[in-house]
């Protein structure tokens, strides 16, 4: 059976994204900036060259396991207007959100789905469209968190980027009265970032 999977950059003390528009780019490139130069994330987005290093291989293996993504609407409306025609998802896309709206086709197998009945229906949806694939739920930081908190994820997998911020919105924080229980720690060291990934005890 396919696994549900939260993955997303954070940096080395857990912040995940801005908390307020004056800081979001910033605290955006400290924790994906270092992403931007590797050849597996570029060819994601339809461009050449970049660095084939580790990072780029441990990028890349992760990108191939997935056959459908999950994200909330914030990350959509904001994401949607640059990642143009042929998006780099190359998958179908489920967007949780309160404002309903029509099934959005792009080119490169990429196609945006609107689901308002909550993140188990959207990952319920995601897992059918995946084709036997592991379903990722990218973010934003709220949608993660309450994929997390609702026990419907079955791996948690984090970029860790080369930085530690000290302020900033945590990924890891919010998530209920129980604790997250994880297990089979797996470590990649790349020659920039950490690629960690667990599974979650049940």
């Known amino acids: 059976m396919s696994k549900v999977v939260v993955g997303m950059s954070v940096s080395v003390d857990g ?7 004056s800081n979001f780019m910033v605290v955006h490139e400290a924790v994906l900036g270092w992403v931007f130069n590797l050849r597996s994330w570029r060819a994601e987005q339809g461009l050449e060259g970049g660095e084939d290093n580790q990072d780029s291989k ?5 990108f191939e396991r997935f056959g459908a993504q999950v994200l909330g609407r914030t990350m959509f ?6 990642w143009g025609d042929t998006p780099p998802f190359h998958a179908p ?3 949780v959100t309160h404002r309903a709206g029509e099934r959005i086709e792009k080119q490169g197998g990429t196609s945006y789905t609107f689901v308002t009945d909550g993140i188990e229906r959207a990952i319920e949806q995601a897992r059918a469209a995946a084709g036997g694939k592991d379903v990722l739920v990218a973010g934003g930081i709220g ?5 997390l908190a609702a026990g419907v994820v ?3 997998v984090l970029n860790v980027a080369p930085v530690v911020l000290g302020y ?9 009265d ?7 720690p797996e470590a990649v060291a790349g020659e920039v970032g950490v690629h960690l990934r667990y599974q979650l005890a049940r």
């Open 154 to 156: 079955d791996e948690l």
């Open 77 to 82: 409306d904001y994401g949607y207007p640059y």
């Open 93 to 95: 896309v489920f967007v």
């Open 168 to 176: 900033g919105t945590p990924l890891l924080a919010e998530l209920g």
């Open 58 to 62: 441990a990028w890349a293996a992760e």
């Open 15 to 21: 912040i995940a994204g801005g908390t307020d528009p």
């Open 178 to 184: 129980e604790p997250l229980a994880l297990r089979e």
């Open 143 to 147: 949608t993660a968190r309450r994929a």
